[in-house]
């Protein structure tokens, strides 16, 4: 199993950028996915996440501005940032949970990080 996670980059205040995080490795199912973020001197935090029947979860900080979705067929999640503050700077990773696959169950997985920078 293996979570390529892309669209990070350097943004100005206000802007958008779209994440996306795709599982690959004869997935049969997952159950829940997210977004986290970690910025320096900071713990990692949970930001977004949905499960397969689609009920999503967002952090304060976000709710209104970050939407998570997520298109099975292709085992891969998104997470559009729209109007985006100097405090969403952060390494945004992506989460995978109750993993079935060809090579066995996973209760978690993590995809490497993609740093999201948000200049004033």
């Known amino acids: 199993v293996q979570l390529q996670a892309s669209g990070g980059g350097l943004v100005q205040a206000g802007g958008s950028l779209r994440l996306s995080c795709a599982a690959s490795g004869s997935i049969f199912s997952i159950n829940a996915t997210g977004w986290y973020r970690q910025a320096p001197g900071k713990q990692r935090e949970l930001v977004a996440s949905?499960?397969?029947?689609?009920?999503?979860n967002y952090a304060d900080s976000v709710k209104g501005r970050f939407t998570i979705s997520r298109d099975n067929a292709k085992n891969t999640v998104y997470l559009q940032m729209n109007s985006l503050k100097p405090e969403d700077t952060a390494v945004y990773y992506c989460n995978a949970a109750d993993i079935y696959s060809g090579s066995g169950y996973y209760p978690d997985y993590w995809g490497q990080g993609t740093q999201v920078t948000v200049s004033s």
């Open positions: 949905i499960i397969i029947g689609g009920s999503t």
